[in-house]
T-cell receptor, first 119, second 112 residues
């Protein structure tokens, strides 16, 4: 079973509009972290936002916010006021703690969503 | 503060050769992870090092190996290259195990 599912291969949005990129995850580990990364055509993975499984509030970072619905196992990224420079591939990723409760670094990624912002 | 630096940025190798990729983490970061990105398989975890020790390993053949030096710099080596090893190899550094991971720009390897 896929641990991270991004069901939108591509999304289009008008400049200055908000857009939501979907991400659902699957884990039986009570302690985990969810990440969103942006990958422009240059290839670099740019960290956007992080949500811990025990965090009570949804994470926000500037124009990025994470709509965390734990019971539904979803962690959607909301980008407000889209800009042309937001056009890129976006990846949702999860880090699970190991059995001993120590979180190692392995990230499991979804297949990504290509976002295109139109002027 | 300098980001994660990967060298070289681009590499072309012939089948059967071996290759070594380098990653210099952000100053003060002690954890380095490696990922392979291909159009077909997406992003896949290769291995993670912390304090010169491999802490976690992905499902890759033994041709893929890595190491970390005392200054936290890491190298990964792929021996007996195959066409399917053509990929973008990304390195990520973290302050500690489980902390936020910051990625480099990657090394694009082409095997011909």
């Amino acid at each position: 079973a896929q641990k991270i599912t991004q069901t939108q291969p591509g999304m289009f949005v008008q400049e200055k509009e908000a857009v939501t990129l979907d991400c659902t995850y699957d884990t039986s580990d009570p302690s985990y972290g969810l990440f969103w990364y942006k990958q422009p055509s240059s290839g670099e993975m740019i960290f956007l936002i992080y949500q811990g499984s025990y965090d009570q509030q949804n994470a926000t970072e500037g124009r990025y916010s994470l709509n965390f619905q734990k019971a539904r196992k979803s962690a959607n990224l909301v980008i407000s006021a889209s800009q042309l420079g937001d056009s890129a591939m976006y990846f949702c990723a999860m880090r699970e703690a190991n059995a001993g409760g120590t979180s190692y670094g392995k990230l499991t990624f979804g297949q990504g969503t290509i976002l295109t912002v139109h002027p | 503060k300098a980001g994660v630096t990967q060298t070289p940025r681009y590499l072309i190798k012939t089948r059967g050769q071996q290759v070594t990729l380098s990653c210099s983490p952000i100053s003060g970061h002690r954890s380095v992870s490696w990922y392979q990105q291909t159009p077909g398989q997406g992003l896949q975890f290769l291995f993670e090092y912390f304090s010169e020790t491999q802490r976690n390993k992905g499902n890759f053949p033994g041709r893929f190996s890595g190491r970390q030096f005392s200054n936290s710099r890491s190298e990964m080596n792929v021996s007996t290259l195959e066409l399917g090893d053509s990929a973008l190899y990304l390195c990520a550094s973290s302050f500690s195990l489980g902390a936020e991971a910051f990625f480099g720009q990657g090394t694009r390897l082409t095997v011909v």
